[in-house]
C-alpha cells in the first residue's frame, strides 16, 4: 500500500479519471458506484473496443480497471498491452476470476475475482499514489 508522505500533494481525487471495462453490467455499475462515492470521476465501457473509443477521446484517463475475458475483439491483456503502447502514463489494473496466464504482461497490477470493493479501491488509489485514509 502507498503512503503518502505529509509533505506531497494532495491531488483532487475527482481530478482523477478512472475507466472501468467490465462486461458484467451489474458488476460494472455497482464498482462505478463505489468509485464515484469515492469522489473519483468514472467511465464505463463493456468492453475493450469500447475502452479504446473512450481512451482515444479523452486522454487524461489516469487509470484503466479492466477485465481479462468480455467479448468483443480482444481481451483485458490486449487492451492493457495497447494503453501501454499508446498511453503510457495511464496506469493498469487487470482483474479476473481465472489465474494469471501466459499471455500476461509486466507492469500490469492484478486484481483476483471475486474481490471485496475495499481491496479495489485501495489497489486504485495505490496506482495513483493517493492514501485510502485520505477519502
Do not use: C
Not at 60 to 66: G, N, P, R, S
Not at 70 to 98: D, Y
Not at 120 to 128: E, K, P, Q
Request: hydrophobic share 45%; charged share 25%; aromatic share 6%.
Amino acid at each position: 500500500m502507498y503512503i503518502m508522505t505529509e509533505d506531497e500533494p494532495r491531488p483532487d481525487l475527482a481530478s482523477q479519471k478512472v475507466l472501468v471495462v467490465e462486461d458484467e453490467v451489474a458488476l460494472r455499475s455497482l464498482l462505478a458506484d463505489v468509485l464515484r462515492d469515492a469522489h473519483l470521476t468514472v467511465l464505463e465501457a463493456p468492453n475493450a473496443d469500447a475502452a479504446l473509443e473512450i481512451l482515444r477521446t479523452q486522454r487524461d484517463i489516469a487509470l484503466v480497471f479492466t477485465d481479462v475475458r468480455m467479448p468483443g475483439s480482444m481481451n483485458g491483456i490486449e487492451l492493457a498491452g495497447i494503453v501501454q503502447s499508446e498511453f503510457p502514463k495511464t496506469k493498469i489494473i487487470v482483474t479476473s476470476g481465472r489465474r494469471k496466464s501466459d499471455e500476461w504482461k509486466k507492469g500490469l497490477q492484478w486484481v483476483q475475482k471475486p474481490y471485496l470493493y475495499w481491496t479495489v479501491m485501495d489497489a486504485i488509489l495505490t496506482a495513483l499514489h493517493q492514501k485510502w485514509e485520505n477519502i
